[in-house]
């Protein structure tokens, strides 16, 4: 078991409100993540679900149970932190060892249980070796495994990839998503990267300003998103928005359109534009384009992208995929609107 | 040209260092070479530095006719118990501080820092006072709770200072892993900061056995340390320079000693969170 359901929870730092009213239900084995810029509260609210923050009001259920006021060993829950926190001091072994110490488990069942941990995250050559001697990726694999031998009802993952290199995190988010699979274990993840988000996600929390915007599947959340703020901090590059006359459809006053749903000809198109910086990629080209109106839209074209700089050229993109936002920035939905 | 300047400037740097090094020493060599000296030579309107008869009466008679084992035995009482009590009562008053900080943590650092600006004279009577009415008088527990109260507020700043460099996911992650606060305490804290508890306890133990002001005050002979046994060479009938140096050499040789073995350890310590 390992739900997790929050009730109107709320947190301030004095008279700063930090997380508004959140109601947010987490079910067993699903692996959901926090996304959001930094300082929008999502850190805090995974903080609060550890223990190791305290909630201003409403409460934390922890499978079923009121644990909003249950210190934090109590919680059953294991964390990972992003600097590994791993205890300097102590091998591999006695930092996989300390929580089941703690528990009083006997020391045959620690043995067994360190040597599951080190075969599923390969480190069994490094038992007798302190974090000091541990590569990134190595001393978060040994935070993970501090973590699994616990057995928590679920994991809490704070940013726990921030500090490796753009490979290893690659490498480190199947690992994860892997470790999800064969734990099937509630896992409840924290991260600014959206990229990580929509890989991992079972579903994806997007919070701005201590509140949720939308929660919902990676592709609900791409497809459909609720609001601009949600369009444009789901998916990458980033969507591409341009202000509008409300002359057709009263309500709509932004369009959104994604890089890879634009269209460049060099004949006709919806927007005249000149092209920019071109970002090749290989496999794919990061066309940005200068329209007249001053806006500067992202295309995602194909890798043999033969555009030059300064070349004038025309962006069009299927009505069916121009997302339409109203004055306060929500989504206006298609049939509402007349294109 | 440049290495000729860059030269010249560590010459010059090597000769202040060795000047001032050399006229902070001058003090205890003059005292280590006046206890080989007779007390003629030691009080002689020309004294001489290495040209005397030197000659170890000195340390025989100090040996001989005062309890200098009985004053090294209550120094090491009292600068160790001092040191422990401190080291106690300091590490958790520097867990809260530095872990569970509130608004007004900063002030009281600052207030306990500011009881050791008081001149001690200042509380000399109501001390007294207390120690008279407590049976405390010329007693080496007395003792240890004096040097434990005048040197905790530097033993909690230093600790603190230490405490505050350990990063505080890692206690966060002992609660999540279990661990209550006596466990975090030493399972955690206390093996990360052993250094910078080590080097408290050493600063501690010089301080408190080079303390002369309350050990001349409150103890009369039963508790007296070695500041005290220096002291009493100078009596009505008169300072004898030399046995008083002998004395003095006796009483700060085996401080020396521990500073000098433990001098990486002490400087690591006392110049902890100043650079980063």
């Keep these: ?339 | 040209m440049a290495i000729n300047k860059s030269y010249q400037s560590k010459l010059i740097y090597t000769f202040l260092a060795w000047t001032i090094s050399g006229l902070i020493f001058f003090p205890i060599l003059w005292t280590l070479l006046t206890s080989f000296k007779t007390e003629a030579e030691a009080i002689s309107v020309s004294p001489s530095l290495f040209m005397f008869d030197w000659t170890l009466d000195n340390y025989k008679e100090v040996l001989s006719q005062s309890s200098y084992f009985t004053h090294f035995w209550n120094s090491v009482v009292i600068s160790l118990g001092s040191s422990i009590l401190g080291l106690l009562i300091a590490i958790p008053a520097a867990w809260s501080m530095a872990f569970v900080q509130t608004k007004r943590t900063k002030n009281l650092l600052m207030w306990m820092l500011s009881t050791k600006m008081l001149p001690p004279v200042g509380v000399l009577i109501p001390i007294y006072l207390l120690f008279r009415d407590f049976g405390l008088l010329d007693t080496k527990l007395g003792l240890v709770i004096i040097m434990t109260i005048i040197n905790l507020p530097i033993m909690v700043w230093m600790l603190y200072t230490y405490f505050r460099e350990i990063p505080h996911e890692i206690l966060e992650a002992s609660r999540m892993d279990g661990a209550n606060i006596v466990d975090e305490i030493f399972y955690v804290l206390l093996p990360i900061a052993l250094p910078g508890i080590a080097s408290t306890l050493l600063l501690n133990v010089i301080l408190s056995w080079n303390e002369a002001f309350w050990s001349l005050i409150l103890t009369a002979a039963n508790a007296a340390p070695l500041t005290a046994f220096i002291a009493s060479y100078s009596s009505p009938e008169g300072l004898f320079y030399a046995k008083l140096s002998a004395a003095s050499a006796m009483a700060v040789v085996p401080i020396l000693i521990l500073g000098w073995f433990s001098q990486k350890q002490l400087v690591r310590g006392l110049s902890f969170g100043a650079v980063k």
């Design chain 1, 1 to 339: 078991m390992g739900s997790i359901t929050l009730k109107k929870v709320t947190k301030n730092f004095d008279d700063v409100k930090v997380i508004k009213p959140i109601d947010l239900e987490i079910k067993d084995g699903e692996f959901i993540v926090f996304v959001g810029p930094s300082g929008c509260g999502k850190s805090t609210l995974l903080r609060m679900i550890a223990g190791l923050e305290d909630t201003t009001s409403g409460t934390i259920e922890i499978d079923g149970q009121d644990a909003t006021a249950t210190p934090p060993a109590k919680r059953g829950l294991a964390m990972v932190f992003q600097s590994y926190a791993l205890y300097p001091h102590m091998t591999v072994r006695n930092n996989i060892a300390f929580p089941l110490k703690r528990a009083k488990v006997s020391a045959d069942e620690i043995e067994q249980k360190i040597a599951n941990a080190s075969k599923i995250l390969n480190l069994d050559s490094y038992l007798d070796r302190k974090p000091g001697q541990l590569s990134g990726g190595q001393r978060q694999r040994v935070a993970i495994g501090r973590a699994i031998v616990r057995q928590p009802s679920a994991f809490l993952f704070d940013e726990p990839l921030s500090n490796l290199d753009a490979s290893l995190r690659v490498n480190m988010r199947i690992e994860i998503s892997e470790l999800h699979k064969s734990l099937a274990t509630t896992m409840v993840y924290v991260t600014h990267d959206q990229v990580e988000a929509m890989t991992m996600a079972d579903r994806i929390a997007v919070f701005n300003a201590g509140v949720i915007e939308q929660v919902g599947t990676p592709l609900e959340l791409y497809n459909n998103p609720i609001n601009r703020f949600v369009a444009g901090f789901i998916g990458s590059p980033k969507m591409n928005f341009i202000d509008v006359n409300s002359t057709d459809s009263a309500s709509v006053c932004c369009l959104g359109v994604r890089p890879e749903h634009l269209e460049i000809s060099r004949d006709s198109g919806t927007w005249q534009g000149k092209v920019g910086v071109i970002e090749h990629l290989g496999s794919e080209t990061f066309v940005h384009v200068h329209l007249a109106s001053g806006t500067t839209f992202t295309v995602r074209a194909s890798g043999d992208c033969d555009l030059n700089y300064g070349e004038h050229i025309y962006l069009s993109a299927d009505p069916s995929k121009i997302l339409h936002f109203d004055e306060a920035g929500l989504t206006v939905h298609k049939t509402q609107t007349v294109n």
